[in-house]
C-alpha cells in the first residue's frame, strides 16, 4: 500500500538527484559517443584524429577556439577568412549556428552542405569535436 508508494517516490527522487548532480563528464562522454556516430556525415569531406588531413573541407582537430578560416594550409572561401578576419571564432554557440544552416550563417562559404535542423545531433557533433584534439595536418 502506502509503504510501496514511498519507496516508489523515494526511489524516483533518488534517480532525480542522481541525474541533475551527476559529474558532467559522464553525460559529455555518452553524447560525444552519439556525435562521434552522427559525425560519420561529415567525414566526406572532413577528417579528425591522428594523422587527419584536409580533404574538400579542413580537418578539425583543435576547432574550438580556433579563428574562423584559420587551419594551417586549406584554401579557405574569401568569406570564411574575413570572417576569420573580423574575430568569428569557433566555440559551442558559433559552430551551433554554423552546422544548423551554413549558408544562411555564413554567406558564400564554400561548405555545400545543407545543415542540421536538429538541435540535439548538432549538441552531440560538438560534443564529439571537443575530445579532437589530436594533431592533423
Same mark, same amino acid.
Given at each position: 500500500?502506502?509503504?510501496? +508508494?514511498?519507496?516508489?517516490?523515494?526511489?524516483?527522487?533518488?534517480?532525480?538527484?542522481?541525474?541533475?548532480?551527476?559529474?558532467?563528464?559522464?553525460?559529455?562522454?555518452?553524447?560525444?559517443?552519439?556525435?562521434?556516430?552522427?559525425?560519420?556525415? +561529415?567525414?566526406?569531406? /572532413?577528417?579528425?584524429?591522428?594523422?587527419?588531413? /584536409?580533404?574538400?573541407?579542413?580537418?578539425?582537430?583543435?576547432?574550438?577556439?580556433?579563428?574562423? #578560416?584559420?587551419?594551417?594550409?586549406?584554401?579557405?572561401? &574569401?568569406?570564411?577568412?574575413?570572417?576569420? #578576419?573580423?574575430?568569428?571564432?569557433?566555440?559551442?554557440t558559433s559552430l551551433d549556428s554554423y552546422l544548423e544552416a551554413p549558408t544562411k550563417f555564413l554567406p558564400k562559404n564554400k561548405m555545400a552542405?545543407?545543415?542540421?535542423?536538429?538541435?540535439?545531433?548538432? &549538441?552531440?557533433?560538438?560534443?564529439?569535436?571537443? %575530445?579532437? %584534439?589530436?594533431?592533423?595536418?
Open positions: 500500500g502506502s509503504e510501496m +508508494c514511498i519507496r516508489d517516490r523515494l526511489s524516483s527522487l533518488c534517480f532525480l538527484m542522481v541525474a541533475c548532480f551527476a559529474p558532467s563528464g559522464s553525460v559529455i562522454a555518452q553524447d560525444a559517443a552519439r556525435g562521434e556516430q552522427l559525425f560519420n556525415k +561529415c567525414r566526406a569531406c /572532413h577528417a579528425v584524429g591522428v594523422n587527419a588531413r /584536409h580533404k574538400v573541407g579542413p580537418e578539425l582537430n583543435g576547432i574550438f577556439g580556433r579563428k574562423a #578560416g584559420g587551419a594551417k594550409d586549406f584554401n579557405y572561401s &574569401k568569406a570564411m577568412r574575413k570572417a576569420g #578576419g573580423k574575430g568569428l571564432v569557433w566555440n559551442d552542405f545543407i545543415g542540421i535542423k536538429d538541435v540535439n545531433e548538432r &549538441k552531440d557533433i560538438i560534443a564529439f569535436l571537443k %575530445t579532437q %584534439t589530436g594533431s592533423g595536418n
